[in-house]
């Protein structure tokens, strides 16, 4: 089956799966799909609700609340793309941006394929410096640092290799949701104020998602940029 037949599959999933478990759909799905990853973004995906908890101001209830979403619908998606194609994934990862009141769900496909089939850009090595300047400045320089563009206007990068000790420990206490919190929210700030990366790429950003799997001591940064 052809990737074209499989993204179209997955979008009328999504939006089937957004409007019977909340009656609404998302304004827009984008999905991406290539022998490295899956990469579905969501636009305005959850209307007057988000809106309302924007509206209060309470910015911690609606990141709780789209992650929430985005974990719930997650075990269903794969059980219905299970049906119909045979890709296999090490990970997911899932953000939303406050700002657009988007979301992006990421996957890598099995076996780390990302790691054998890099981009080779002009500025590629100025990125990965700049990536593990910001790293190093919350945490430590990652391990390893991945990167390349799932289409043209969306820019993938896999750090690996990230936890401290302390951070590791945190995890053995179930302290990891305040960990998550947390780092999201310092190390997302130091991404979305750093310019570089897109005068780097001369594009300019719409919006920045990040996660972690601990488990995996991995972390996925996808950068949307406008269209040129």
């Known amino acids: ?30 999905v991406i799909l290539d022998e490295r990853c899956l990469v579905i973004r969501l636009e305005r995906f959850m209307g007057e609700i988000i809106e309302e908890l924007i509206l209060t101001n309470d910015y911690d209830a609606l990141r709780s609340t789209r992650e929430l979403i985005l974990d719930f619908l997650l075990p269903d998606f794969l059980n219905q793309l299970r049906n119909f194609s045979d890709l296999e994934f ?3 990862y899932y ?10 769900i990421t996957g890598l496909i099995k076996d780390n394929n990302y790691q054998n089939n890099e981009d080779y850009y002009p500025g590629k090595e100025k990125i990965h410096l700049q990536i593990c300047k910001i790293t190093y400045e919350v945490e430590k320089v990652p391990d390893f640092t991945y990167s390349f563009w799932a289409d043209k206007n969306t820019f993938v990068i896999v750090r690996e290799g990230l936890l401290i000790e302390i951070e590791k420990y945190l995890i053995r206490l179930d302290g990891e949701n305040a960990l998550r919190t947390a780092k999201r929210t310092l190390e997302k700030t130091r991404f979305i104020e750093d310019a570089y990366t897109s005068a780097i790429l001369n594009r300019r950003l719409a919006g920045i998602y990040l996660d972690w799997t601990f488990e995996l001591d991995k972390s996925i940064l996808v950068y949307v940029f406008e269209e040129k």
């Open 90 to 92: 090490d990970s997911f």
């Open 1 to 30: 089956m052809s990737n074209e037949i499989i993204t179209t599959k997955i979008k009328g999933i999504i939006i089937e799966l957004f409007s019977k478990s909340f009656g609404e759909s998302p304004k827009n799905v984008h």
């Open 95 to 104: 953000d939303c941006d406050d700002n657009n009141l988007s979301g992006v």
